[in-house]
């Protein structure tokens, strides 16, 4: 089946830094990539939809700036945490839905990266 | 998108059907019912989805009320392996917004020797 890798799957910075978050399509096309954080003992939150040669859309209350989201191949997004602050500390997880298919609406979803922030 | 109600927890014993409800009460006819699972510490997994027929696959079953508010995810020989948090979801398809999921809380299902 699909499979989505997320790297890495844990990171610890110190505040101020950025950080990166791959999240790649091993064996299928993805136009469209999702990037969701989550708290502990909390759901998952939609943060961003990220679109292969476009520019991502965010979800109310989140900041483009802060949140960067780059998707230059149709295997390939990657999530950068500016700046990042003990607040930003959480769970983020990749999902992505295959070009190709259609109806199902079936997303698959990488195993998370956490974030620690000191 | 229609909201969905699930019970905070459910216990079920080894070997026995886990049955997961979830009302969505303001469900649209070209909705689809989704469940995903969550084990602790990873990314959510797909178990099934419907829109009103019951549906069957390997991992589970689907049943869908005839007036769709509501549907069960049954998990008929639940394992240890089993214990995750349970997500209902309902989604329509529409292009634009293809794909995008909000979760819920979801159940805790605690299977147990």
């Known amino acids: 089946g699909a499979v989505v890798s997320q790297h890495p799957s844990w990171v610890i910075c110190k505040s101020g830094t950025s950080v990166k978050i791959e999240c790649r399509s091993l064996d299928f096309q993805a136009t469209t990539m999702f990037w969701y954080r989550q708290f502990p003992k909390q759901s998952l939150m939609l943060m961003a939809t990220s679109n292969e040669g476009s520019k991502a859309t965010y979800e109310q209350g989140v900041e483009k700036d802060k949140f960067l989201i780059n998707h230059a191949s149709l295997t390939l997004s990657t999530l950068t945490v500016t700046s990042a602050h003990p607040e930003d500390s959480s769970f983020y997880i990749c999902?992505?839905?295959?070009?190709?298919?259609?109806?199902?609406?079936?997303?698959?979803f990488g195993a998370g990266s956490r974030l620690t922030v000191l | 998108d229609a909201k969905t109600t699930q019970p905070p927890s459910m216990d079920c014993a080894e070997g026995r059907a886990a049955n997961l409800p979830c009302n969505h009460s303001t469900i649209s006819g070209n909705e689809y019912v989704y469940w995903y699972r969550q084990i602790h510490s990873q990314g959510p997994q797909y178990i099934i989805h419907?829109?009103?027929n019951n549906e069957t696959n390997e991992m589970a079953s689907l049943i869908i009320t005839e007036d769709r508010k509501s549907s069960t995810l049954i998990l008929p020989h639940a394992t240890l392996r089993d214990t995750a948090v349970y997500y209902c979801i309902v989604r329509v398809l529409r292009g634009s917004t293809l794909g995008r999921l909000y979760f819920g809380r979801g159940t805790q299902l605690t299977v147990w020797p």
């Open positions: 999902s992505a839905r295959e070009s190709a298919a259609s109806g199902a609406n079936v997303l698959t």
């Open positions: 419907g829109l009103k």
